[in-house]
Every structure is written in structure tokens, then in C-alpha cells.
């Protein structure tokens, strides 16, 4: 046998190796637990009520606006007011306090002082509804019909903060008490990045020196139809959000009359410098998190995905490229970088002497504001650009990933389990932010879901038209926090 002969013998057998390896390794998955029936209305009867506090919350048009001063105050204490009424068992035995304008933190007590706390947060703020007369039932109607609760907040996220309280009141009815302290923290501006409300309450608790063991805010949803490879509805449990950055990209002219222009304007050369960013999107890469997500969902994936997910350390480049292909799985493999606001003269037969663009990041866990900025430098300085932060202290590192090991993960899967029986709980990237930020210091581990069954049509009304959660969605989730809380 010539060498090279011996040499394609080699190639053959180390390829049919790594087949037989990689199915292997795919074949090799756990079993998917079999398909369950998510609770029936009957066993959805304990929660029954959840949905008239709801409503009531949503007929408070507590909007949140950049500008505090256009808020209405009076919606917003008029809600606090609602609170005590809703849930008198709760006033009673919780601690409640009002941590300034814009956040109520209600303490819980455990029986064991020995044990970290637990946070379960949500928000009480929403966006605007505009466009009122479009809606099918006005934004603010709280109206109860069709087997929805309508308006705006119903699923972002008055219904968490309903859903925590009620199942408050009832644990208590039964005289329950939790082992664990835990603490509600509710803020009232969220929608506008939340600095005075869990900004607020951040702070106050890492004052008092708490350190809770795990905080669960709003999140990923329990997805249904979102991710058509699995068998089964998703829990996008978010254990890891993005950080986010505004870079200004400056280029700087001459100025002058624009009938005898120079070879180079300010604004060509800001044009050429924003082309290079999109030419040039920083590296993929699969973090920790997308890493667990891929392996926990193998078992609920087809066979060919099994093969991919199972077998990363030879699939890695094509799973990759499969995620850049859409905005959304793109979102969660790389740092992003989005041309937003351009700017040149202020007058059609000016030249710039500056042009400016803002440029809005989100960060990969790992990545980091300083290396952002030292990249877009790079890529901008060949166009005689600079790269500088847009705001100063306005920008949010990405937040440590969170284990998928710890106790408060463990007790939100089977929490899930017993309200989503239907669905797989999976460890996710967030790639928007929430008010988690804000508790970075004060949690250890912090996780992000909203419990709730939502499609892709569920999730277009979230800050958008029509938006409206169904009494059994709403139900569902009362009975994921009375689980939950139980087990703490
Ligand atoms: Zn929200």
C-alpha cells in the first residue's frame, strides 16, 4: 500500500470515528420525560380570583415617563391604596414599606433566621398605550371578557405582582410561614430603567447588609411555538442578562460653505465608519449559558438537532453560523452594535464641522463597556473617527451568569413543573434589560422568567396593541408563586 493510499485509509477511519462518536453522544441524551397535559381549569380552581385583582390593577394608568414630572402621581398611590384592599392578610402580617416614590418592599419572615432570604420582584409601572381607540378593549379598562383579562400591563407585569400577592393571602389563610425571609420588591419605573425604584430598594437592602440567596424578577416566558425544534413548550428560565452601552462614533470637518466641498467630509467619513461596524459584527461566541440552554434541550430536539447540540465541541462553528442567520439568535451569541441616531449640519448647504452617530450595544457575558469602546475605536480610526461612551455612568455591565446548580434555580424548575407540566424549564440568555441590574450586589444568583404561556402573537402585545393575558394563563401563574413560596 503507497503512503498515500494508507494516508485516505487514515482520513476514512478517523471520519467514520467521529460519526459514530458524535451519534453516539446524540443518541446518548437523557430521555425527554413523556408529554404532560398542562393543568385543567379544574386544578386551575385554587387560583380562581387572581384575575379581578388583576383587573383592578390594570385600571390604574400607572404609565412611567422619562420625565417623572408627567406622571400621574395619583394612579400610582391610588394602586399602593388598591394593594391593601386586595390583600388584608398580607397588610397584616408582612412588613410593608414605601422605599421612596416609586418602590414598596414588603418583608416576609421565615422561621429560619439562619437561611438567606429569598426577593421575588416585579414592577407596577407601564409603558404608554397609544393609539387608544385601536385597542379592542380600552388600554385601561381592566376588562374581563372573552376569557382574558384585557389592557395594558396585563402581561408586563402587573399579573406577577398579582400573582405573588395572591398567592401571599392564601399561604396565609392556611397559617403557612416560609422558612426563608423573603421580600416582594415592587418598582414603579421599571419601564424607564428603574433607578429610583429598584434602584432604590438595591440599595436600601444592601444598606441593611442583605444577601439573599437568589432573586426572581421578570423574564423569559414559558414559550410556546417559539422554538420550533422542541417537542414541547420552552421555560426560558433567564440566568443571564446582556449589558448595554450607547458609544458616540464622532468624525470632525471643517465646516464651510457646501458648494466648494473637500475631498472628505465629516459626514462621508462617519457614513464609511458606520458601513465598517456593520461590516464587521464582533465574534460569536457560545457563552455558558447558551451552552447549558443547547444541552438542556437536546433531550426535547429531534434527532439532528440532538446530533448538533450534543456534539458542540465538533459543531460549534455551524451552530454558530445557524444562530447568526436571524436578529434574534444572533442577539445571543454575540456582542451587538446598532447604528441608531445619525447627525451632520443643521442646514441643507452647511458642512458638518462634527457628525456624530450613536451607536447602542448590548453585551455578551464576558465582553465588557471598556472593550466595547476599544473595539469600535479600532474599527472607526481608519475613517478618522473616534469612539467614545455616549453618557457618562450610563452604562450597565453585563450581569455574572447564574447557576443553573444553586437552590433558587432548583426551586423554580420544580415550581414550573408543578404549574407547567406541559413545558421543559431551560436555562436562557435575556437579551433585554429588566430591573435585575439594580439587585447585582444584593442576590447572589439572579433569575429571570415571567411564568406565563406566551406565542410569538402573546409577545407582540407586550408594549403593544391589544395587550391581554387569559384568566387561565393568569391562574397558571398564581399557582407557579404559591409553589414556588411553598418550597422556600
Ligand atoms: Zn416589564
Known sequence: MDPSELAVMAFVALLVFVCLISIARAASTRRAPPLRQPLSARELETASGVETAL?????????????????????????????????????????????????????????????APAILCAHFDVVPADDEEAWTHPPF????????????????????????????????????????????????????????????????????????????????????????????????????????????????????????????TAAGDLARAVAAIEARPSPARLTKTLRAFLEQVAPYSSLSYRLLFRNLWLFSGLVKAAFSATPSSNALIRTTAAPTMLQGSAKENVLADKARANVNVRILSGDSCGRVIERLGRIVAPFGCIARQAYEGLGVEPLPESSVEAEGYLAVESALAASFPEAACVPFLFSAGTDTKHYRYVAENIYRLTPLRQTAGDLAQVHGRDERVSVDNARRCAVFYEKLIRSL
Do not use: C
Open 55 to 115: 383587573a383592578a390593577l390594570v385600571r390604574r394608568p400607572t404609565v412611567s415617563w422619562f420625565d417623572y414630572g408627567r406622571t400621574d402621581k395619583a394612579a400610582f398611590e391610588a394602586l399602593k391604596a388598591d394593594l391593601v384592599g386586595l390583600f388584608p392578610r398580607v397588610h397584616a402580617a408582612l412588613n410593608r414599606r414605601e422605599i421612596g416614590d416609586w418602590a414598596l418592599l414588603y418583608e416576609w419572615k421565615g422561621g429560619d433566621a439562619g437561611l
Open 141 to 264: 379598562s381592566g376588562d374581563i371578557a372573552e376569557g382574558f383579562v384585557w389592557g395594558r400591563g396585563s402581561q408586563d407585569v402587573k399579573v406577577t405582582l398579582a400573582s405573588i400577592l395572591f398567592a401571599a393571602e392564601r399561604l396565609l389563610a392556611e397559617g403557612f410561614v416560609p422558612r426563608r425571609t423573603l421580600y416582594f420588591a415592587f418598582g414603579g419605573d421599571e419601564e424607564v430603567g428603574g433607578p429610583l425604584g429598584a434602584g432604590a430598594v438595591g440599595a436600601f437592602l444592601a444598606d441593611q447588609g442583605i444577601r439573599a440567596a437568589f432573586l426572581l424578577d421578570e423574564g423569559g416566558p414559558v414559550a410556546d411555538g417559539l422554538m420550533p425544534f422542541a417537542d414541547r413548550p420552552l421555560a426560558l428560565v433567564g440566568v443571564a442578562e446582556k449589558g448595554y452601552l450607547d458609544v458616540a462614533v464622532e468624525a470632525s470637518g471643517s465646516g464651510g460653505h457646501a458648494s466648494m466641498p473637500p475631498r472628505r
